[in-house]
């Protein structure tokens, strides 16, 4: 039994069944009271300086903010309903391979990295942005082949997606400020910590795989390698391929001969086929 299989035996009763929906339910109520001015959006993002003097609740609200804190215009409806209707499909899909408690494990975790990592910059505004990335990854990487409609026309492979997505994070490491290089440094934590064993274990599968590929090719014969050559003259099937090539059973070893020395050759011995093999 692993370690996560133990983990679900004694806490899987805490999970949250269908948390994803409850996330967006919660963000579509957050972006009509900010719409409306009933809530205020600096009072629920979360900057750790501001939780840390009272004001706890950012610690949760933050995971509420919507993609888009106010629209201006259909473009932004649009590319906000889109985004909460991906972060379903990806949630739920993810949920429906693991479970309720490995996914619940998994935000869980994401989430943790990424409030520790807001309050080494206590004054910076943490975004939830690199924890729903990181569910985008990890669905990714689990179902690589599955097909995204951009635009609502043009099929494209997710772990395409994935990899535009992982370069972004690498331009945020190399050259954003040290508050989003520790965004992504838990991102890629809580990504390690679930498929770091998986990962590690297909690539010594694929290594090992292209090891006995490359051995077998050593050791087979050359594609043009002839299959019968005459002992005599060297013609071979190839060289001559109306030529009749047979085989004497009064030689030791498989001599093979051309009808022209078939019947027109001194016989080899067992000493003779040892000798031209060493």
Not at 71 to 100: H, K, M, P, Q, V
Request: charged share 15%; proline share 5%; glycine share 8%.
């Amino acid at each position: 039994m692993s370690f996560l299989d133990k983990l679900e035996r004694n806490f899987g009763r805490f999970s949250i069944p269908g948390i994803t929906r409850f996330i967006i339910v919660g963000q579509v109520l957050v972006w009509f009271g900010l719409e409306r001015g009933v809530l205020d959006p600096g009072a629920l993002i979360l900057q750790p300086a501001a939780a840390v003097h009272g004001q706890w609740w950012r610690l949760l609200t933050f995971v509420l903010m919507p993609p888009l804190q106010s629209l201006n215009g259909l473009r932004d409806l649009i590319f906000t309903i889109f985004g909460w209707w991906l972060f379903y499909l990806l949630g739920s899909g993810l949920e429906a391979i693991w479970g309720s408690f490995r996914y619940n494990l998994f935000l869980l975790l994401g989430f943790l990295a990424t409030v520790a990592a807001g309050f080494v910059f206590p004054l910076d505004i943490v975004p939830n942005t690199f924890l729903a990335g990181s569910v985008f990854l990890a669905f990714a990487y689990l179902n690589p082949d599955f097909e995204l409609a951009i635009f609502l026309v043009i099929p494209v492979k997710i772990k395409w997606l994935a990899l535009l997505a992982w370069i972004y994070y690498a331009v945020c490491f190399v050259l954003g400020p040290w508050a989003d290089r520790l965004q992504v440094a838990a991102t890629v934590a809580n990504f390690v910590l679930f498929f770091g064993p998986d990962a590690w274990q297909r690539a010594h599968l694929r290594t090992r795989q292209m090891a006995i590929r490359a051995e077998r090719a050593a050791s087979a014969p050359p594609v043009d390698a002839p299959r019968h050559k005459c002992r005599i003259c060297g013609k071979t099937d190839r060289t001559d391929p109306q030529m009749d090539f047979r085989y004497c059973s009064k030689c030791a070893g498989d001599q093979c001969y051309c009808s022209d020395h078939i019947f027109n050759h001194v016989h080899v011995t067992e000493a003779d086929d040892a000798k031209k093999a060493g």
